[in-house]
């Protein structure tokens, strides 16, 4: 069984930078691409940002330059270096696989509030 396991979540003040990771256990992720999602109260969840096995990455529009996603296929682990973050970005932050989803972890809860 596949199982996603986040961490790093916070509160945080606008402008402020967090570190999420994300541990998955039951499945080799070096072969697949991974991606950061998020949920914001009342609203649907949405990617946030891929990577490929190669590295190759892509990002929504609202994180482009603020967010960076990393893998390290050694330890099974996928990040999220959030940067200059802003009260929009608040909501409950995920990982999945986009082309081989798997059930939802538990996610980390992100906060940016003065």
């Known amino acids: 069984q596949v199982q996603m396991a986040e961490s790093g979540g916070g509160l945080v003040q606008p402008g402020g930078s967090l570190r999420l990771s994300c541990a998955v256990s039951?499945?080799?992720?070096?072969?697949?691409?991974m991606g950061w999602y998020r949920q914001a109260p009342g609203k649907q969840r949405d990617v946030v940002a891929t990577?490929?096995?190669?590295?190759?990455?892509k990002y929504a529009e609202s994180v482009k330059g603020r967010f960076t996603i990393s893998r390290d296929n050694a330890k099974n682990t996928l990040y999220l270096q959030m940067n200059s973050l802003k009260p929009e970005d608040t909501a409950v932050y995920y990982c999945?696989?986009?082309?081989?989803?798997?059930?939802w972890g538990q996610g980390t809860q992100v906060t940016v509030s003065a």
């Open positions: 990577v490929t096995s190669g590295g190759t990455t």
């Open positions: 999945n696989f986009p082309y081989s989803q798997v059930s």
């Open positions: 039951g499945r080799t992720f070096s072969g697949y691409v």
